[in-house]
């Protein structure tokens, strides 16, 4: 399995002793020429043209400025021959700021102090797709949220049109899990869209208890309770034997 460093475009490539120092190998299976990197402000056209062709949504100007230059964002590239074949945008957000349909993502308690890894795109090049590389990016992107720094991230979400059934069957074969259901989240050339959430939980994150969860909880809690009674009682059972053994002992002895 073949090992991949980050690595920015202005700094040698990889292999050169001046890798980006926030940069870690990346496992691959067989994608020999395809390095990573993050997007600089050189980037923006050429990414603009891309989610373009990629997405039905067309952001503004102001989102590509953003992610190839603002270090609020884990913005990778997956770079072939000089050239952008797929790139993810990511941001860290505390769970508190999240939009209103996605505050139900984290339990109240933990969401107080928690972050959450918010996907805002994932694209790979049609010519492309099927080689592992969003995979790669996907990896990536984990690895980053996994680190012991980083601890306070529970949680990696991101919405999907309902129709997009190849980014569905992605983000599923990759243990996330459907959240939410939202009518009408998308407004793609004046017509509202539907889509979905997808959660995948990390760093001991869980979603909020249900009534199931609780009952499953109390019910452990009773079975740990009376295994531990039905200990004592036995406890108090061989005391109870080896008292009246010596009282008996005592009484014959006596006699």
Not at 152 to 159: E, G, M, R, T
Request: aromatic fraction near 12%.
């Amino acid at each position: 399995m073949a090992q991949f460093t980050l690595y920015n475009k202005h700094s040698s490539p990889p292999n050169s002793d001046s890798t980006r120092v926030d940069c870690e190998h990346v496992p691959l299976c067989s994608i020999n020429d395809v390095q990573l990197r993050f997007l600089v402000p050189d980037d923006l056209t050429e990414v603009r043209q891309l989610c373009q062709e990629w997405f039905p949504i067309d952001y503004p100007l102001s989102w590509y400025e953003d992610i190839t230059s603002s270090t609020r964002f884990f913005a990778l590239a997956a770079v072939y021959n000089l050239a952008i074949i797929g790139l993810i945008v990511a941001e860290i957000k505390p769970y508190r700021n999240v939009n209103k349909e996605d505050k139900g993502i984290l339990p109240d308690s933990m969401g107080r102090s928690a972050d959450v890894g918010y996907i805002l795109s994932l694209g790979v090049h049609r010519s492309h797709r099927r080689n592992g590389i969003g995979s790669l990016l996907l990896d990536a992107l984990m690895n980053h949220l996994t680190t012991a720094e980083r601890h306070s991230v529970k949680a990696i979400f991101l919405h999907t049109l309902t129709t997009n059934q190849p980014a569905i069957f992605f983000y599923e074969k990759r243990r996330f899990t459907l959240h939410s259901f939202l009518p009408y989240y998308y407004n793609i050339r004046g017509k509202g869209k539907d889509g979905f959430t997808y959660v995948n939980y990390i760093n001991g994150g869980h979603p909020p208890w249900t009534l199931l969860d609780h009952i499953k909880h109390y019910a452990s809690k009773v079975r740990h309770t009376s295994s531990l009674c039905a200990w004592l009682a036995g406890r108090v059972q061989q005391v109870l034997r080896w008292f009246y053994h010596k009282l008996l002992t005592r009484f014959n002895f006596i006699e």
